[in-house]
């Protein structure tokens, strides 16, 4: 695919613009909810400040939210869907919040795993990472294709799916990589045709 030293680009992480949901702290995972109207102010608040670089690829979870988000950073780039990179699937624990789980014993079970238990009804970490990096790999394919030298990749997409891939190729713990809703990480990765390596990593 590319040819030159190292085979490094540039990757643009974003997690997608406020929801309803989000400014509830509920778990939002499978609902394919639109944008707040906040979230949209937010977004074009961030774009004015100019937080966002420009890119060259641009890729996006195919839920609503990130498709949206994508339309007002980048209007000019059509995003191509990569579906493995939909957020993490939370099971019963889907549409509620910290105050209304308290009481069940599942939420207890999970939060003292660390997050590593399954879902009740929904995805494990490991699984949810598996499915991110199929996405990955895609996505490598895709722009592969072009051989461009340089090139700078965005990706809109979810909170976790940036938490399961910045811990797969980074050097910090899933939990590590936790992000603001319209905020992110501008990454430069080497190897990325063989074993993507994340060489530098700068927030957003």
Known sequence: MWNRSENQITIVLIRHGATRANREHRYLGKTDELLSKEGEMQLAEYKRLQLYPDIDFLFASPMKRCMQTAKILYPELQPVPIKEWEEMDFGAFEGKNHVE????????????????????????????????????????????????????????????????????????????????????????????????????????
């Open 101 to 204: 789980l308290q009481a069940d014993k599942r939420y207890q079970a999970w939060i003292d795993s660390n997050g590593i238990l399954p879902f009740p009804d929904g995805e494990s970490r490991e699984e949810f990472m598996t499915r991110c990096d199929k996405g990955f790999q895609r996505m490598r394919e895709e722009v592969g294709r072009e051989k461009k030298e340089g090139i700078k990749i965005g990706m809109v997409v979810h909170g976790g799916t940036i938490m399961a891939l910045l811990s797969k190729y980074g050097k910090g713990d899933y939990f590590d990589y936790q992000t603001a809703n319209g905020k992110g990480y501008i990454c430069i990765v080497k190897n990325i045709d063989a074993k993507p390596e994340i060489m530098k990593l700068e927030k957003i």
